[in-house]
């Protein structure tokens, strides 16, 4: 139990941390919040616990390309805020997006021999 509320508290910390530089400075919170933190972060806490090189390379490869379909989101939000759509619809807008196409590469993926 100790380790989950350790990797909690540090996941958790980085996301305090861009969203509180992003108040001042929205582009440096942009900065942090963009890096692939999660990403390492969710490496670190997996070689860890499993540290296996062919395992690990099946989740970065997996991971690269699930982070494909993310990103139409981060254009839909702001060209939707910036025509007058509110933020709780946008977001909404973008995530539902990005399910659907998260959901396209898992079915379409393997189908084109992705790894995932």
Known sequence: MVPFVL??????LLIA???TLARRYPGLGALVASLPL???LGMIWLWHDR????????HAGATFWYVLPSL????LIPA???HGIGFWPAL????GVTMVLYALVTWLG??????L
Request: with cysteine.
């Open 110 to 115: 393997p189908r084109f021999g992705l790894p």
């Open 17 to 19: 941390v861009a969203s």
């Open 38 to 40: 999660v990403s390492v």
């Open 51 to 58: 540290p296996d090189a062919a395992n690990m390379a099946a």
């Open 92 to 95: 909404g807008a973008g995530c």
């Open 7 to 12: 990797k909690a508290v540090i996941s958790g």
């Open 72 to 75: 139409p989101m981060f254009l």
């Open 80 to 82: 939707l805020l910036r």
